[in-house]
């Protein structure tokens, strides 16, 4: 019975220590994104108007960790705010998609960067109530606290279940559809100190 309380008094002593460490490491920080220099771009081929969809607004969170490399990302989005510069054609889009509001995000699973800033990104793209693998290659820029990612990647709609866009059985929408993005952002003052 003593024996066992001599085992006790470590593990407890070991669970103090860690609340401690864990009270003393630096909070999660995030960057607050500048939205007048970041965008998410669609690009669109078609057999008769070809076309540029704008994401106008979106929610991105991106924790770095203690050393400012980014740990992770999400983007959310709603397909009602993917604009393309014809009130109808979003509409049809939206029909498309099986009307309603459609979501979509993209989940960061994997950074891997050299050091000049160039890598590979990878992660969960969901959609349409599919969720699909997608890699890509990215650019990470930081220089004076500010912190600029660029990329682009080109995915098959259809993966996430959807069929090919015809309209009057004459006009498609091409299954391949690029989407570019750049996010810039810092942390914000108190954070950075």
């Known amino acids: 019975m003593k024996l066992s309380r001599w085992l006790l008094v470590p593990a407890l002593l ?19 994104l500048d939205r007048s220099k970041s965008y998410v771009d ?5 057999t008769i108007d070809s076309f540029t969809g704008h994401l106008d607004r979106y929610e991105l969170a991106v924790p770095l960790d203690a050393n ?10 709603k397909f009602t705010d993917l604009r393309t510069g014809k009130p109808d054609r979003d509409a ?16 960061l ?13 990878s992660g969960k793209l969901t959609f349409h109530g599919q969720t699909q693998l997608v890699e890509f290659p990215v650019l990470v820029k930081a220089q004076d606290g500010v912190y600029t ?14 069929k090919k866009f015809r309209k009057f059985g004459l006009a498609t929408v091409d299954p391949e559809v690029t989407i ?4 810039v952002g810092a942390l914000p003052a108190a954070a950075a100190e």
């Open 14 to 32: 070991g669970a103090a220590l860690v609340r401690v460490s864990a009270a003393d490491a630096p909070a999660e920080r995030a960057l607050k």
């Open 42 to 46: 669609v690009d669109v081929k078609a």
């Open 68 to 77: 400012g490399k980014i740990k992770d990302a999400l983007l959310k989005f």
């Open 92 to 107: 049809e889009m939206i029909k498309w998609l099986g009307g309603g509001e459609p979501e979509g995000s993209f989940d």
């Open 109 to 121: 699973g994997l950074l891997a960067l050299a050091p000049d800033g160039q890598g590979q990104a």
């Open 149 to 162: 990612v660029t990329g682009k990647t080109t995915i098959d709609y259809r993966n996430w279940g959807l």
């Open 180 to 183: 570019r993005f750049q996010f």
